[in-house]
């Protein structure tokens, strides 16, 4: 009896830690968060009261999807969050197994690129397991409802990571003129290629 | 003036035979044609990694696959390395690539538009990143997203 016990709490175990890491999806509750911003300053999704939703992406120094994608982030922040829908950034990387992510280099290039937006330090990647993001650049985009906040679309932010065709289809855009309408969102998830986020190696 | 006539055809045909020699060292491959290639080869087990000349993890961990197809030959095993660069990059980034670390594996780039479909196709649970590898013996098929030791890649080779 105590074998049987014993086997399914592994079961159940196994079943919670592969849960933590699942993407979040259309339709489920955004956990709030309370992480370092660039600026020294603790950001969360109170940080923006006037906010009808967020563009939450999880994105890094390093690579080189989201180093393509970097200017069209700070492009949706400045585009967005006069409208209500501010991009909050938030590095997935462990610090230690990529050694270009740490907070200081994080300053450096906010600094340096005039991110217009917060890029948040995720000690211990709580945050990435939350929202299950797994790779960079992997965005959320959030609405704040009555009922809380609640994920719209997860994905890719256009068709385009070669940032060489005009004819790309804009989800971001898409999904963010949808809700300003009081829509729902055509498309809601999308994949597209990206970096994995850097871990510990396992022990 | 036909010295500069035959320079030039001579030129032209150089540059053409070296680069169709190239472009046999990668080639394009679709998901249809990796389906394809698995379902006729003659071999039992495949493995299949996903990669790009920008990727970091990837190239850290194509050594060994190098490795696992040189010492596990004899099990009929097949290493496919599948870029996942964009096609533009195939004459300036990949084969350069392929030639300088002198790859022994059969190299393609991976001739597909659209990630929202062809990454299901290789595994619905892909959330895109990369390195990735399918392992594929039979009718069994084991998807791994993330980055490999060689111990780490033997032993999910082992466990087929």
Not at chain 1, 170 to 197: F, H, M, R, W
């Amino acid at each position: 009896m105590k074998k049987i016990i014993l086997l399914v709490m592994l079961a159940f175990s196994a079943f919670l830690s592969q849960a933590q890491n699942a993407t979040l999806k259309a339709g489920d509750t955004a956990p709030d968060f309370k992480l370092k911003n660039v600026d020294g300053k603790e950001v969360s999704f109170n940080s923006f009261p006037k906010a009808k939703g967020y563009i939450v992406v999880f994105t890094c120094n390093t690579c080189p999807y989201a180093v393509g994608y970097e200017q069209r982030i700070i492009d949706l922040d400045n585009k967005f969050r006069p409208q209500g829908y501010p991009v909050i950034a938030i590095n997935p990387n462990d610090p230690e197994a990529s050694t270009a992510d740490t907070f200081d280099k994080m300053q450096e290039l906010a600094k340096n690129k005039k991110y217009p937006f917060p890029y948040l330090f995720d000690a211990g990647q709580k945050v990435t397991d939350q929202y299950g993001a797994k790779r960079t650049p992997h965005l959320f985009i959030v609405s704040k409802t009555p009922k809380g906040n609640v994920v719209e679309y997860v994905g890719a932010i256009d068709n385009d990571p070669e940032g060489n065709n005009a004819q790309k289809t804009k989800y971001a855009e898409d999904v963010i003129a949808a809700l300003k309408s009081n829509q729902k969102p055509a498309i809601t998830q999308t994949k597209e290629i990206g970096c994995t986020v850097k871990r510990k190696a396992k022990a | 003036m036909m010295k500069i006539q035959k320079f030039s055809i001579l030129a032209f045909l150089f540059v053409a035979f070296s680069f169709s020699a190239y472009s046999q060292n990668v080639k394009l491959l679709s998901i249809d044609q990796l389906n394809e290639r698995v379902k006729n080869g003659k071999d039992s087990t495949y493995v299949v990694n996903f990669w790009a000349t920008w990727c970091a993890p990837c190239i850290k961990e194509l050594p060994h696959f190098e490795k696992l197809q040189a010492d596990y030959k004899s099990d009929k095993v097949k290493v496919l390395l599948v870029s996942v660069d964009f096609k533009s990059k195939l004459s300036s980034a990949v084969v350069p690539f392929v030639k300088r670390k002198n790859l022994k594996n059969e190299v393609f780039l991976l001739n597909e538009s659209s990630p929202q479909e062809y990454i299901d196709r290789i595994d619905p649970s892909w959330s895109g990143s990369i390195p990735a590898t399918l392992f594929i013996k039979g009718d069994k098929r084991k998807f791994v997203e993330s980055e490999f030791t060689y111990e780490q890649l033997l032993t999910e080779y082992k466990k087929l």
